[in-house]
């Protein structure tokens, strides 16, 4: 009895040269034409923000007032929306259970900001683990001007209530 595999093996050559005869003209080889539209990520340097997303267009959360197991968060980003806005940004968790609002402390030469993040109100069930940047936006009681902008990462307890 001979071997079924001498006659395979030109059978299945044939079958691979058909199909690659078959494939879509470029396809995955084709470098990318000249032409085609591309995303650029602006300079850290000319960017008010992080360079890959302008914080002007994050969605921006409703601050929550009543959370639990508050903390604060760093800061990771801000951007001057307008003379009396301020928006801030950190990591925190989903939306489902997660919720950001901003500490502001005023003075006539600076403008001191921290983002408190917590559990919701009302959170039952399990809370995932899964990170996202939060936006908040901060209104000032006058014109920012050429007040300074500190970014808090700790804040003391009585501080932690300001603004609650």
């Not at 000319?46 to 929550?64: K, N």
């Not at 940047?133 to 902008?149: E, H, Q, S, W």
Request: charged content about 25%.
């Amino acid at each position: 009895m001979r071997p079924l595999t001498r006659p395979l093996i030109p059978a299945a050559a044939a079958v691979v040269a058909v199909l690659a005869g078959c494939s879509p003209q470029g396809a995955a080889t084709d470098p990318v034409p000249p032409d085609a539209p591309t995303a650029e990520i602006p300079a850290e340097d000319g960017d008010r923000g992080t360079g890959a997303v302008p914080l002007e267009e994050y969605p921006v959360d409703t601050p929550t007032d009543g959370m639990y197991d508050e903390y604060v968060t760093r800061i990771g980003d801000h951007a001057v929306v307008d003379r009396r806005t301020i928006r801030i940004a950190g990591m925190t968790g989903t939306t489902r259970c997660f919720g950001v609002r901003p500490v502001v402390d005023e003075t006539d030469t600076e403008v001191r900001l921290a983002l408190v993040a917590g559990t919701l109100p009302g959170t039952d069930g399990p809370c995932t683990r899964e990170a996202r940047f939060a936006a908040v936006d901060v209104p000032l009681t006058r014109d920012l001007g050429d007040r300074k902008i500190v970014l808090l990462d700790e804040l003391d307890p009585g501080e932690l209530a300001r603004n609650h």
